[in-house]
């Protein structure tokens, strides 16, 4: 017989989340110019705004809490991050940022330039972000099935070799500084990348000499994915898999917020000595010394113990299995969401969901509030205020998929949350038909506008 799922492990602490009323909730989005950002912490019951920095770590990460070595230069606990992404990666250098976004930071200095084309699989938006501010373009080379929510596709973060291949063959290769694999894609519903795809993707790239970079934030998911969707891999341990993936590549940013299972680091780790030697010299000036940049001792500690544990099958199963059964639930109700169901989150198809909202009045955001409204759940809109307007037209940009994203932080809700969240789901969809109006923009911000947006609810 098998035996479902549980979690391994027990809780030793316990964190209060408070419930309220449907009318105070009403009164708070209104004061928050329902903008789910501007929340209060307290005003929400489960939070699945981000599964970053938001987990739960270990008893054995606590403990390297207690052990941090906070000298500036040189600490134990620098050492012992270093072994690990070193051991882990397989990279020759190591340099430590504060988070994902500062590993961009810093090691795109050292090597985006104006004009420069930088291929990948729907960059994540701080990645995006720091190719278009060094006035770079990010092409996105997602195969075509990662965009039709209700096909099955079991890789649906791969990259197409044949629009890949044309970004190559069609521009002067000194313009392509590197390309990048997200894994898993954050962007196109938290899909994993196959290892047959990683392998055909760097096979292609070194034929032109260009290396591949991996932005790494979820790759222990993605190695679960591969374990137990890529026949090749099923009797082959997670942290093998990983070393292999990470051999295909010539280095990687990661959000440690995420797969480190810490609230706060990030991790670049590369072999090319002189972009790591120019790279270094960023570190310093953004993020601090070379054997900090930007954590404390005891953050590295932890981080170290975490990038093991995140890499634990059992670990990884319980992980996934609790998003998948979240999605999978939902999915019985007939709530669209994006299928097969992400690593870590699941996402709902909000042109499928409610129609009946004009898509200028932003369904994904009305959705999301709705959410909040019945149930205190704050999910995150992945649609047309995400999207921005044009830079030229100043028109807003209706992106294929319109999505409100609800991210499962690691090691922290139970399966009762999850009932909860599906439960909440199902009655809004049975009354979904009666949902007409949604929102106007009052004011909004040039460029990242969705963070701080201010919007009105449009009365019938
Ligand atoms: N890359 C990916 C794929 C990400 O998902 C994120 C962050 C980053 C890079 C940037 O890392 O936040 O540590 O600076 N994603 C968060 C999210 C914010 O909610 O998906 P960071």
Known sequence: MKLPYAEPYRIKMVEPIFQSTIEQRKAWIKEADYNLFNLKSDQVYIDLLTDSGTGAMSDRQWAEIMLGDESYAGSRSFLKLDKAVKDITGYKYFIPTHQGRAAENVL???????????????????????????????????????????????????????????????????????????????????????????????????????????????????????????????????????????????????????????????????NDEPTYRTAITFNIMYEGFITYGGMSGRDMGALAVGLYEALDYDYLASRVTQVQYLGEKMAEFGVPVQKPIGGHAVYLDANKF????????????????????????????????????????????????????????????????MEYIAAALHEIYISRHEAKNGYNILWEAPIMRHFTVKLEKIQS
Do not use: W
């Open 354 to 417: 409610v129609p009946t909202i004009p898509k200028e009045e932003y369904r994904a955001q009305s959705l999301a509030i709705e959410l909040y409204i019945v149930a205190g759940i704050r999910g995150v809109e992945i649609g047309t205020i995400l999207a921005d307007r044009d830079p030229e037209t100043r028109e807003n940009r209706y992106p294929e998929l319109e999505l409100v994203r609800l991210a499962i932080p690691r090691r922290t809700y139970t399966h009762n949350h």
């Open 108 to 270: 795109f200095s050292a090597t985006v330039k104006e004009g420069d084309i930088i291929p990948g699989n729907s960059h994540f938006d701080t990645t995006k972000g720091h190719i278009e501010f060094r006035k770079g373009k990010a092409v996105d080379c997602t195969i075509a099935e990662a965009f039709d929510t209700d096909l099955y596709h079991p890789f649906k973060g791969n990259i197409d070799l044949d629009k890949l291949k044309k970004v190559l063959s069609e521009n002067p290769i000194e313009k392509i500084p590197f390309i990048i694999i997200t894994v898993t894609c954050n962007t196109a519903g938290g899909q994993p990348v196959s290892m047959e795809n990683i392998k055909a993707v760097s096979a292609l790239c070194k034929s032109y000499n260009v290396p591949v970079y991996f932005d790494a934030a979820r790759y222990a998911e993605n190695c679960y994915f591969i374990k137990v969707r890529e026949e090749a891999y099923k009797d082959v341990s997670i942290k093998d898999i990983a070393k292999e993936m990470f051999s295909y590549g010539d280095g990687m940013t990661m959000s440690s917020k995420k797969d480190g299972l810490v609230n706060m680091g990030g991790i670049i780790a590369l």
